[in-house]
């Protein structure tokens, strides 16, 4: 349980230094494309991933923000280690 905690405070500061790294793009109107990894199905949990494309959050930090479902198959970690996500 504590692991899934850290999976969670890890990824969620990540996207924070994604999107304040890049802020400085959002000025001349060009978006960096990012794709996020979930590490499940769509559920509440992500809601606030949801909400910040939904709200134009990342739009706004100059992010292009895809969200990718999880599933069983699925580790993030590798995901990202391969190239598939930010």
């Known amino acids: 349980m504590e692991e899934n905690i ?3 405070v890890l990824a969620l ?5 994604l999107i304040l790294g890049v802020s400085v793009t959002a000025a001349d109107g060009h978006l960096t494309p990012i794709k ?3 590490q499940w199905v769509a559920q509440s949990q992500f809601a606030g ?3 910040a ?4 959050f990342y739009e706004d930090a100059g992010l292009d923000v895809t969200i990718l479902e999880g599933a069983v198959e699925i580790v993030p970690q590798q995901v990202v280690a391969s190239g598939g996500a930010e």
Not at 13 to 17: A, G, N, Q
Not at 53 to 56: E, M, P, R, S, Y
Request: aromatic share 12%.
């Open 6 to 8: 850290m999976r969670k």
């Open 13 to 17: 500061m990540i996207v924070l230094v």
């Open 49 to 51: 991933y949801f909400a």
């Open 53 to 56: 494309v939904d709200l134009g």
């Open 36 to 38: 996020l990894q979930l």
